[in-house]
């Protein structure tokens, strides 16, 4: 493996019904069954996490390929979905949705830095293949 220039450190202990904390103990976080799983839901879930994780690889990748070919795409708004669908055997595979609104570009240049971004966001280069997502762009889906 290539050194990373980066690692984030996480211990979670109680799994979906325990506690998340970062090493640097900026983030300490109780963990809950969203009420539809039948938890009560009175903490976060994993599906949450990778929503707001995603949604931000996504626009800091939108943001810097914007600056790269001279377009201000700082202003991008993203609703993110992490969704836990039925598999079979009652297993569950994850699907997400990205919602892009990017005021300052006009449609053609937002789709086509959207499609960047989706081939170079180390999130989606990670779920790639594996994981159903649907992207939309102001108001174009990808």
Same mark, same amino acid.
């Given at each position: 493996?290539?050194?990373?220039?980066?690692?984030?450190?996480?211990?979670?202990?109680?799994?979906?019904?325990?506690?998340?904390?970062?090493?640097?103990?900026?983030?300490?976080?109780?963990?809950?069954?969203?009420?539809?799983?039948?938890?009560?839901?009175?903490?976060?879930?994993?599906?949450?996490?990778?929503?707001?994780?995603?949604?931000?690889?996504?626009?800091?990748?939108?943001?810097?390929?914007?600056?790269?070919?001279?377009?201000?795409?700082?202003?991008?708004?993203?609703?993110?979905?992490?969704?836990?669908?039925? %598999? $079979?055997?009652? *297993?569950?595979? !994850? /699907?997400?949705?990205?919602?892009? &609104?990017? =005021?300052?570009? %006009? $449609?053609?240049? *937002?789709?086509? !830095? /959207?499609?960047?971004?989706?081939? &170079?966001? =180390?999130?989606?280069?990670?779920?790639?293949?594996?994981?159903?997502?649907?992207?939309?762009?102001?108001?174009?889906?990808?």
């Amino acid at each position: 493996m290539t050194a990373p220039i980066y690692t984030a450190e996480a211990r979670v202990t109680g799994g979906r019904n325990g506690r998340g904390r970062t090493s640097d103990g900026r983030l300490d976080l109780t963990l809950r069954l969203p009420e539809e799983m039948g938890g009560d839901g009175a903490g976060v879930n994993p599906e949450q996490l990778f929503a707001i994780g995603y949604a931000a690889c996504f626009g800091s990748t939108m943001d810097v390929l914007g600056q790269f070919k001279g377009l201000a795409a700082g202003d991008a708004e993203i609703d993110a979905k992490a969704m836990l669908v039925p %598999a $079979e055997g009652g *297993a569950f595979r !994850l /699907g997400v949705e990205l919602r892009v &609104t990017l =005021p300052s570009l %006009a $449609e053609a240049e *937002a789709v086509e !830095l /959207g499609r960047a971004a989706h081939r &170079t966001c =180390p999130y989606s280069s990670a779920i790639r293949g594996n994981v159903d997502v649907a992207i939309v762009v102001n108001g174009t889906a990808l």
